[in-house]
């Protein structure tokens, strides 16, 4: 069989069930290495992660041998039950159902790693709701009767 030969950066968003502010400070990093171990283990290669603590961006250029829906899933899944198992939060923790899926060009590697690494900084003067739907419009995307998340305690669009 030929090899294969591919460039996917591929930018996910999903976030914790209802959108609750459950990913706490404490345990975000571990969370991040677990996911991190994840994304490596099946053959893709992380190039950033971050967020907040009602949401998560993961940035990872994708070997196209695997569907992104199987990826999210996996993601999803296993990191819900460590974050179970390891009793790190007190509160039930699920992720929700949807997710955003973008995909960028070798010559915005930097920009989007930088725009994850710093959305500490940027949620200081845009919601998550805000920043999703300006994503979406930037990429075309219609957004129509499709409900990518429960915005919990505030006016969907």
Not at 39 to 50: C, M, N, P, V
Not at 98 to 123: L, M, P, T, W
Not at 126 to 132: I, L, R, V
Request: charged share 25%; hydrophobic share 35%; proline share 3%.
């Amino acid at each position: 069989m030929a090899d294969v030969f591919s460039q996917l950066y591929i930018h996910l968003i999903f976030a914790p069930k209802n959108r609750e502010a459950l990913i706490m400070p404490e345990w975000e990093h571990r969370l991040h290495r677990y996911i991190t171990g994840i994304i490596q283990e099946r053959g893709h290669k992380l190039l950033a992660i971050g967020g907040m603590p009602d949401h998560i961006h993961i940035f990872i250029g994708q070997k196209p041998s695997e569907a992104i829906s199987d990826l999210v899933r996996e993601i999803k899944k296993s990191s819900s039950s460590f974050i179970k198992t390891e009793r790190l939060s007190p509160f039930a923790f699920d992720w929700q159902n949807g997710y955003g899926v973008f995909s960028h060009s070798h010559s915005q590697i930097d920009a989007v790693c930088k725009y994850i690494r710093n959305q500490k900084e940027h949620h200081s003067q845009k919601t998550f709701q805000e920043e999703f739907l300006k994503l979406c419009s930037d990429f075309n995307i219609e957004i129509g009767k499709k409900q990518f998340f429960d915005w919990v305690g505030e006016n969907a669009q």
